[in-house]
């Protein structure tokens, strides 16, 4: 009976986080430049962020992350949780085209360098917003946000 009143309680909390975040009026854009070093390791640069009003549509991703994929973490001032978002991986482009005998192609382009942005609704708790390896649990970078 005490673990059905605890995880009652622990689901009751993350449904009121998760309230927040469908409460708010703002929406994040943080733009990034992930490198491909000569040791195979990626590195992230931080470009700007920029706070709108405004909401996205709500949906739900089901596909999985894969190992060169990046997550997206919004974390309040005790670096909890608020809410994550997938990103494909930015390096690996995949272009479809038509050839010469006017057939569909598909192909994959390997990045050095890419610039992306990630688009997130802005729970009205964040307070940093972190960029990880989908594989990794280490940031590869922490961005503060000022919410005032």
Known sequence: MVLLCFWSCKNSKSLAETE???KSNKVVFVN???FRLANGKRQLSYLNHTIKEGRLKR???TTPGKPNDL???QYNN???KLHSV???DPLRKIMEHIDDEKQL???VLELDEAFFSVRMQLHPQTRFIAVRNFSEEENLMETPINQE
């Open 78 to 80: 005790r670096y909890r």
């Open 86 to 88: 997938l990103i494909k």
């Open 59 to 61: 949906f739900t991703t």
């Open 32 to 34: 990034y430049k992930l």
């Open 71 to 73: 997550i997206c973490i």
């Open 105 to 107: 192609q598909t192909q």
């Open 20 to 22: 927040g975040l469908y």
